[in-house]
């Protein structure tokens, strides 16, 4: 199947510091990337969806100042959690697939704890 | 947001049984997705189905996309403990439109 990347796969910060996500397509383009947080034994909650060359569309109640998604390239987005506090701590999750396949494929997540 | 139906919550069974999980929705979708996710990981695609009716299998796992469109079931034959982990549905609408639809997941024990 295809392959999703993300980096960091943990990352502890500061409260009050921005945070940097990467989520990488390795053997596939994809226009569209998706954003997930999942809370401990909870499904998996879609932030927003990261779109190549244009605007993130995000979910209602998700601060789009806050969680900055940017989609520079066909297998590349990255989310930017902006002045991170405790409550952001979570476990954050993309998704991609390729255009030619309705299926999508999961990054292994990145754990963000905020002190 | 909309979430599809899935059951059982959990389950725990006995190494060497068979296991059966469903997904239900009140409205169509034209893609259903199967995945497993472990602990600290994120989700693994198991079972893709694409067409209403289909019975597709991956090893021991089993998965049929129901005829009207609006359920789906996974089976897994003779479990084994690495079976452990949260096993969830997704529906896939398409079109423009590849927003996934999650189940809540069944949790899966399997006693060795």
Known sequence: GAVVSQHPSRVICKSGTSVKIECRSLDFQATTMFWYRQFPKKSLMLMATSNEGSKATYEQGVEKDKFLINHASLTLSTLTVTSAHPEDSSFYICSAGPTSQETQYFGPGTRLLVL | ?112
Request: aromatic letters at 10%; hydrophobic letters at 35%.
């Open chain 2, 1 to 112: 947001g909309q979430q599809l139906n899935q059951s059982p919550q959990s389950m725990f069974i006995q190494e060497g049984e068979d296991v059966s999980m469903n997904c239900t929705s009140s409205s169509i979708f034209n893609t259903w997705l199967w995945y497993k996710q472990e602990p600290g990981e994120g989700p693994v695609l198991l079972i893709a189905l694409y067409k209403a009716g289909e019975l597709t299998s991956n090893g021991r796992l089993t998965a049929q996309f129901g005829i009207t469109r609006k359920d789906s079931f996974l089976n897994i034959s003779a479990s084994i403990p690495s079976d452990v982990g949260i096993y969830f549905c997704a529906g896939l609408r398409g079109g423009s439109n590849y927003k996934l639809t999650f189940g809540k997941g069944t949790l899966l024990t399997v006693n060795p």
